[in-house]
């Protein structure tokens, strides 16, 4: 069945559909749950990537607590039954990596409804298993996304998160103890914050971060200054598509300097489909050329990026919620080897409930990357070895 959504993506009220991929009445209150973003980390530590999916759940239509399915990878290719842990109420997005500097990915999760962040560190006593979650609290703000990078230059992870409710990009830096975080800080930004991302945007070997808006623009702020003296700067903002929900930094072009994408959700009547964005980076470091718009289906919610087909460019992965009573779809772009950052026509994939998300991982161990999709359930199409950057029937995993 199809579900109305279950968070808020942005002050305009722009609302994303959610397939309920699971549900279950007994006679009484219907319950569902829906993986609605997705991630591939090596967690237990064994040489081969798992995969979490965020799942969001609702009982009788009333959102409740969420968890993140993790799915241990066994002999390449087979995974083992899910594990959950708990986090805040209608999870948003989640950030897996090394967040306390000891070697093990930790689990970073925007909780919409709860405006709080969960950090839960991986557990040194359990390979593949985490802590009790520390909260981060974004009082009257939704937090849609998170990301993580050394943002103060003082070799510890710290957090940014997009939230919406005010034009400002919410900053949580990590305390002298590892794993602790302090109250965050705030920069402008031009429009309500939907995603962020983490990266050395103009070569100077320190983080930036850049935001897309509700404004339809990117916000960059580069060479943010923290110590000795806290600076506030403002963002310089550069065009996009309609409803940016999703950003990536990537080199597309190869010319050593990280461009920006961002998939758009679009209008809110009429939506075309120019789901994604290319902002290749300008002349000057730190700075953008206007944007190259994409076709893609129906209702883009989240990309990703990497070499699909083995010829050492840069490719582009868009998952497409679709529209109502639509399956929504992927589209895979491979980059066009006669021009250096420009994108050839997507091959599309049918979704099943509508994917909002979408990571990269060899999963079965053929050295290909796979498709990971956060689509009602955990769904992975594997990589064609025969036509690499071509990818096969979905497998489905319940959570």
């Known amino acids: 069945m199809r579900l109305l959504p279950s968070f808020l993506l942005g002050s305009l009220g722009l609302l994303a559909l959610m397939g309920c991929s699971g549900s279950d009445s007994n006679g009484g209150p219907s319950s569902g749950y829906l993986v609605n973003a997705i991630a591939v980390a090596d ?47 209608e999870p948003a997005n989640l950030v897996v990596t090394d967040v306390d500097g000891d070697g093990r990915p930790d689990l970073v999760v925007a909780n919409a409804t709860d405006q709080t962040v969960s950090v839960r560190l991986a557990d040194p006593a359990k390979p593949g ?31 940014a998160v997009a939230a919406s409710g005010a034009n400002n990009v919410m900053v949580f830096l990590q305390g002298s103890t590892s794993g602790t975080f302090l109250a965050p800080v705030t920069f402008p930004v031009g429009g309500d914050p939907q995603a962020v991302t983490v990266a050395d945007l103009d070569g100077d070997g320190r983080s930036d971060i850049a935001i897309a808006t509700a404004a339809n623009t990117v916000s960059v702020l580069c060479q943010i200054q923290f110590s000795p003296t806290f600076v506030a700067q403002s963002a310089v903002d550069y065009a ?23 998939a758009n959700w679009g209008a809110a009547t009429s ?35 990497g070499d ?25 772009f491979l980059q066009d080897p006669a021009t250096a950052g420009a994108l050839l026509t997507p091959t599309n994939y049918r979704g099943a409930w509508g994917p909002m998300g979408v990571a990269l991982g060899d999963m079965n161990g053929d050295g290909l990357p796979d498709l990971v999709l956060a689509d009602g359930d955990i769904v992975v199409r594997f990589n064609n070895a025969a036509a690499p950057g071509t990818f096969g029937p979905p497998q489905f995993f319940y959570n």
């Open 308 to 332: 699909l087909n083995g010829d050492g460019k840069v490719d582009v992965v868009v998952a497409n919620a679709g529209l109502p009573g639509d399956p929504g779809s992927v589209s895979a």
């Open 240 to 262: 996009t598509g309609v409803q940016p929900v999703a950003i990536k930094a990537a080199d597309l072009d190869g010319d050593g300097k990280l461009d920006l994408l961002t």
């Open 43 to 89: 967690i237990d530590a064994n040489g081969q990537p798992d995969i979490l999916g965020l799942v969001s759940t609702d009982l009788g239509g009333v959102p409740t607590q969420g968890y993140v399915s993790t799915r241990l990878q066994g002999p390449a290719g087979t995974f083992v039954l899910p594990t959950r842990f708990g986090v805040g109420t």
């Open 129 to 159: 298993f985490f802590l009790p979650a520390v909260l981060l609290a974004t009082p009257g703000r939704t937090p849609l996304d998170v990301a993580v990078g050394d943002l103060d230059g003082d070799g510890r992870m710290d957090i």
């Open 271 to 305: 939506p075309d489909t120019q789901g994604l964005s290319v902002l290749l980076q300008g002349a000057t470091a730190g700075t953008f050329q206007a944007p190259v718009h994409y076709a893609t289906g129906y209702r883009s919610a989240a990309l990703t990026v």
